[in-house]
């Protein structure tokens, strides 16, 4: 197997271990802040930084009208704000708000167990995955 299949294969296992082990979490973020889980998404991506409209929508893989949706409905319940980018003034650029950002940090707070097919792995690997993991983590 090559490099680059290997890597893609790598990558495609990490994805569906995440994938199939992360709805009950969600499930307790949707009841946690009473919003669709798309919203969240678009929530985390702006905790990183202020982004366009343009960009919000590449970062949660969303198209644009979706994008317009779920930012227009967070603004309504205060969580972002719209303003005038300074490098560009025919944009806007969102942010969060106070609430918005406090709403976030409540979502880190809760709680999000290791499923049983990590759990259950000998400390050793846990620590290899963890360094490997902390290699490609961004930020």
């Given at each position: 197997m090559s490099d680059a299949r290997l890597a893609d294969d790598v990558w495609r296992t990490m994805a569906a271990v995440v994938f199939d082990n992360r709805d009950a979490w969600k499930r307790t973020v949707i009841?946690?802040?009473?919003?669709?889980?798309?919203?969240?998404?678009?929530?985390?991506?702006?905790?990183?930084r202020p982004m366009t409209a343009k960009e919000i929508a590449k970062a949660a893989s969303m198209?644009?009208?979706?994008?317009?949706?779920?930012?227009?409905?967070?603004?309504?319940?205060?969580?972002?704000?719209?303003?005038?980018?300074?490098t560009n003034r025919r944009s806007k650029l969102i942010s969060l708000t106070a609430a918005g950002r406090e709403l976030i940090d409540?979502?880190?707070?809760?709680?999000?167990?290791?499923?049983?097919?990590?759990?259950?792995?000998?400390?050793?690997?846990?620590?290899?995955?963890?360094?490997i993991l902390g290699k490609v983590r961004p930020g």
């Open positions: 009841e946690h802040t009473g919003l669709p889980f798309s919203r969240v998404r678009v929530l985390r991506r702006l905790a990183a198209d644009a009208p979706a994008t317009t949706v779920a930012v227009n409905d967070l603004q309504e319940r205060g969580l972002v704000i719209r303003e005038a980018d300074p409540s979502i880190s707070r809760l709680d999000d167990p290791a499923p049983g097919v990590i759990a259950e792995l000998p400390v050793s690997e846990l620590r290899t995955l963890q360094r």
